[in-house]
């Protein structure tokens, strides 16, 4: 539940003195802008455009010179995989609100929003640091994910000659996480019980299949004109772009179309090593899901199946596999 009266108003007062304060800590890109990591994010992107990775082309463009995508601006001062792992630094006061939120209850986080802005192309061998601030904390609010605050950030981007290069703003949620926080790894097994597995969003397109299931059937959908199956469901056939639909029941039968075994992470809710298939059902469509009860090292391709729907946790039914 949610902290109210004397203990809320305590708190929110122990919020006022972030609000308009310098996060402490300075981010200063590792790399002076450079052409590799450019190379790399455009690669990811998919972006191609010549100004960003063609020197040639680059000394053609406006720009008379290699420049780095905008939007990649913040991935000059971001800290590396240490970000996940490292321990925070004690002078981080963005870190220390978080964790004023965690010890009272709202230990859930989401970004919800990013508004940015470029003030110029940056060129290679340029050096970028940011200052953060926190901007504002909203009035306590009820949203969908449960109660909390909005914590709004403003992040500020400079070169070499201590000029702003752009800004960009950060939005998270902090929120009371109903279900039961894996709040550190030695306390999650024990305060959490056994864990759900995450929910699927059920919407107009999909809330029929999971009706199926919880009625112990899998179903595949089929299209109305040109008969082709399809799964996951959607509104169109990929066939013949026919919204007309209807469902078949498939039997369970199959084969082991391919499958991969994870180890790791494990997330919560799930039996390690779990090994994921993509089954070919004898319908004639693909389905990917979980076979149980069988070694990794005996899963084949071509290894016959049987779907049965099954209770995957304490609420969730799913259809599983198991070897015919
Ligand atoms: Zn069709």
Not at 70 to 94: C, F, H, N
Not at 163 to 191: C, H, I, M, Q, S
Not at 285 to 295: A, C, K, Y
Request: hydrophobic share 35%; proline share 5%.
């Amino acid at each position: 539940m949610a902290i109210s009266g004397k203990e809320r108003e305590d708190f929110e007062k122990q919020l006022e003195p972030y609000v308009g304060l310098d996060i402490g800590i300075e981010d200063r890109g590792r790399d002076p802008v450079n052409a590799a990591m450019v190379r790399h994010w455009c690669e990811a992107m998919g972006d191609h455009c010549g100004a960003y990775t063609d020197a040639d082309q680059a000394g053609n463009s406006v720009h008379g010179e290699l420049v780095a995508p905008p939007t990649m601006l913040q991935a000059w001062i971001l800290g590396g995989v240490g970000m996940a792992t490292g321990e925070s630094d004690p002078r981080d006061k963005q870190k220390e609100l978080h964790r004023l939120f965690d010890a009272h209850g709202f230990t859930g986080v989401v970004a919800t929003n990013t508004e940015q802005e470029y003030t110029r192309y940056l060129k290679m061998g340029d050096e970028i640091r940011a200052t953060t601030v926190i901007e504002s904390i909203s009035e306590q609010k009820a949203t969908g994910l449960g109660i909390g605050y909005f914590i709004n950030t403003r992040t500020r981007f400079y070169d070499q000659n201590d000029d702003e290069v752009g800004w960009l703003t950060f939005r998270v949620l902090k929120f009371e996480n109903e279900a039961p926080a894996a709040a550190t790894e030695a306390e999650a097994p024990a305060a959490a019980g056994r864990p759900q597995r995450l929910k699927p969003a059920l919407a107009h397109d999909n809330q029929w299949w999971w009706d199926c299931v919880e009625q112990g059937e899998l179903a595949i959908q089929k299209c109305s004109d040109c008969q082709a199956l399809r799964h996951p469901p959607r509104p169109m056939c990929g066939e013949c772009q026919s919204s007309d639909w209807e469902f078949v029941f498939s039997t369970g039968q199959g084969t082991i179309h391919s499958y991969v075994v994870i180890r790791y992470p494990e997330v919560p809710g799930y039996t390690y090593p779990l090994v994921v298939a993509v089954v070919d059902l004898e319908e004639g469509t693909r389905f990917v899901g979980n076979v149980l009860d069988v070694e990794p090292d005996d899963v084949e391709i071509g290894m016959a199946v049987q779907a049965s729907i099954e209770l995957v946790d304490d609420e969730m039914k799913l259809p599983v596999f198991r070897r015919a």
